[in-house]
């Protein structure tokens, strides 16, 4: 058995997200609580209020969202890591890519923590006064979506394109709410089983963040980078990387670039990955892999506590 962890990223947020692990353990209440007392500095909220009794509406704004999220995750990792229960493979969804770099002991706890609440901050920024969109595309090939984006953003002068490659068949596009819409009425004439409109606060994983790109990548200079004791599989590549590729430029890109996740499943897979555990609220990463990778994996979920307990004693089998 080869062990994948995968982590959940910005829209699997919920309130209460993380008490009945507070609760029960005194590991994760000393994350949290460290946490919280660092980002109230930092961001001047308090992610622990606003984790367990939201309102929702304030949890899921981007500069909130991403150092809840994470938070969260690095509290997991931790109960996992104090079981004896550690991945080979590892890899988050867009924000979840951080939590993954913790899990592989690239980033510290202080590290990924903080360089997420200014990610968060730089995202807000970038998208203040622009109107924008995303949708998600369902039934048509990638070579379809991508040239109808590149035609639509020639003949508008807007952006649209590719942002999230999550599963066969499910491309999400992202860019200004103008184009986003005429792409996707293109593309249901193209063919396209559905394309859904997504509730976004701003144009993620598009050239319209490279503003926030550049500001992370100054916040990175200051950042320790190790070396790491688990694999990393890369949203910007769908692999991991290699020895000429440093973590800050694949964050730097990743930011403003498509997420290859179907591809990064289809990596970790290749190299053995067999039993794949998604870290975060709800189950939203385990679809994507059982629609790429069907029913030949073994997919666990951890998002209560109870979860938690069962995660570990079909591990320790």
Sequence with gaps: ????????????????????????????????????KNLEVELGFDIKDLSFNGPIEKLSLTAYTQPAMVAFAVGLTKLLKEEGITPEYALGLSLGE?????????????DVIRLVAKRGRFMTQAAEGLRVGMAAVLGLERSIVEECCKNVTEETGKVVSPANYNCPGQIVISGDLEAVEKASANLKEAGAKRVLPLNVSGPFHTTLMK????????????????????????NAIGRTKNDDETVSALLEKQVQSPVYLEDSIRFMHEQGVDTFVEI????????????????????????????????????RM
């Design 211 to 234: 503003s926030a790109g550049d500001l992370l990548a100054k916040e990175m200079r200051g950042v320790t980078f190790n070396k790491g004791n688990v694999k990393v599989v890369y």
């Design 98 to 110: 951080y939590s993954a770099l913790f899990a592989a002991g690239i980033l510290s706890e202080e």
């Design 280 to 315: 975060g609220p709800g189950k939203v990463i385990s679809g994507f892999i059982k629609k790429t990778l069907g029913p030949d994996v073994s997919i666990m979920n951890i998002d209560t506590y109870e979860d938690l307990k069962a995660v570990v004693s079909k591990l």
């Design 1 to 36: 058995m080869k062990t994948g962890f995968v982590y959940a990223g910005q829209g699997s947020q919920n309130v209460g997200m993380g008490q009945d692990f507070y609760r029960e353990s005194e590991l994760y209440r000393e994350t949290l609580d460290t946490a919280a």
